[in-house]
């Protein structure tokens, strides 16, 4: 029997024991952050079962991924980069629009975020790129221009609509040529460029952006229509939440009598959340501000966790995350060739990046972004594909060729 469970759950026992809590973590903290969702729907168990449902499909894709040995995913990045291209321009024409940006595709009933494949696709290439042009002293230094002729054009087409997952991609893509030795003079000269982009890029949101501070008095005294936006403004459509969510990060003096708990509901009740939790919280299911969270069981569910698991619960889902970092830099320094190293650290970067600034949000150190907490969070494309990322480390856990001192060393085990 025990052989039997073996053979289905292979790869590395601790990724995968790091993987069982955090959805185990997910399905308590999901059904008890949908009390919004129980509550417009009029079913209890719903929402729970529907999320329940996609992390047990999720696992299978898991075990599906890390069946697939890791030579074959070189041989998947062509049509995943077309695919690519593909998804992120149909969505930006005939997407569905989800908190005012276009951010979905249905198709046969189904909706997917291609931002989400598009990630997995752009670590895949880099990590294909990377290890192609290695060389005695590092990377070749054509190696981080062709790793930007395929980033940038795709950061471009996710960021029109979703600025944060572009700017989180662009992250881990620098952080993967950090590793893969890129020469840092090329490192610095683009650190130096992408601080003159947001720069640039935060002027022209202040001065597009509409500051949506008192709009609804505004509404009420004024009945003329409308204004109409310029080309400008139209392609920068995004432009006026940005400038919101900027404003409202900025503002640090503001005193609690001053405080707007209808305009900065999300931030405020995400404080109360976590300043209330105490050391070892309220229980799990015993959370009150759920029910004024909009988006507790995504955005800010790493909030309820520590309001209902208290300091303790929330440094171990912290320790997970580092945990799984830790193991894929394990399995990658333990790979004879560079590919799978470089792809097992891009993926654990992928999902730990996001987690961290997920986090940081949650706790009011970075402004609000709508990034998900990575196989926490509900979710529905961005669950089963996070999950495909586990079985793609697991995978490479398990199939990719080790240095011969390592498999020496387990021998004499």
Not at 10 to 18: L, Y
Not at 137 to 159: E, M, S, V
Not at 386 to 410: F, H, P, Q, W
Request: net charge positive; with cysteine; hydrophobic share 50%.
């Amino acid at each position: 029997m025990n052989k039997k469970i073996g053979n289905i759950f292979k790869g590395d026992k601790v990724i995968w024991m790091v993987f069982f809590f955090l959805c185990m973590i997910s399905i308590v903290e999901v059904f008890s952050a949908s009390s919004n969702l129980t509550y417009k729907s009029h079913n209890y168990i719903g929402p729970i079962v529907y999320h329940t449902g996609t992390i047990i499909f999720g696992v299978l894709v898991a075990i599906i991924t890390l069946n697939i040995p890791c030579r074959f995913f070189k041989l998947m990045t062509p049509f995943l980069l077309l695919i690519s291209a593909v998804t992120l321009l149909w969505v930006l024409i005939g997407g569905q629009t989800i908190n005012g940006a276009n951010r979905v595709i249905s198709l046969l009933g189904f909706t997917f975020q291609p931002s989400e494949i598009a990630k997995g696709t752009i670590v895949l290439a880099t990590a294909q790129i990377l290890s192609a042009m290695q060389r005695e002293t590092g990377a070749d230094r054509k190696a981080f221009k062709w790793i930007l002729w395929i980033t940038l054009p795709t950061c471009f087409l996710i960021g029109l609509e979703n600025l944060s997952t572009a700017a989180l991609l662009f992250a881990v893509v620098v952080l993967m040529m950090f590793i893969g030795l890129v020469p840092l003079r090329q490192l610095g000269k683009l650190v130096g460029i992408i601080g003159l982009f947001v720069f640039f890029a935060i002027s022209m949101v202040m001065l597009v952006g509409h500051d949506t501070t008192g709009q609804e008095t505004v509404q009420t005294e004024q009945t003329d229509q409308p204004r109409k936006k310029n080309k400008l403004e139209k392609m920068l459509h995004r432009a006026d939440t940005w400038k919101g969510r900027i404003l409202k990060f900025g503002k640090n003096d503001v005193t609690p009598q001053e405080y707007d708990l209808d305009k900065d509901a999300q931030v405020a009740h995400a404080n109360i959340a976590i300043v209330s939790s105490n050391v070892i919280g309220k229980g799990p299911g015993q959370s009150v501000e759920r029910d004024f969270l909009s988006q507790a069981f995504s955005d800010f569910i790493y909030a309820i966790v520590i309001e209902e698991l208290g300091i303790l619960g929330a440094t171990f889902v912290v320790f997970l995350y580092i945990i799984l970092l830790y193991r894929a830099a394990r399995i990658a320094s333990r790979c004879e060739n560079n590919f799978p190293a470089f792809l097992v650290m891009g993926l654990a970067l992928l999902l730990v990046v996001q987690a961290a600034f997920n986090m940081m949000v949650a706790v009011g150190l970075a402004p609000v972004t709508g990034q998900p907490l990575p196989l926490i969070s509900k979710g529905g494309t961005s669950t089963i594909i996070n999950c495909a990322y586990v079985g793609a480390i697991l995978s490479i856990s398990r199939s990719a060729k080790m240095k011969k001192e390592t498999v020496d060393a387990k021998n004499i085990e």
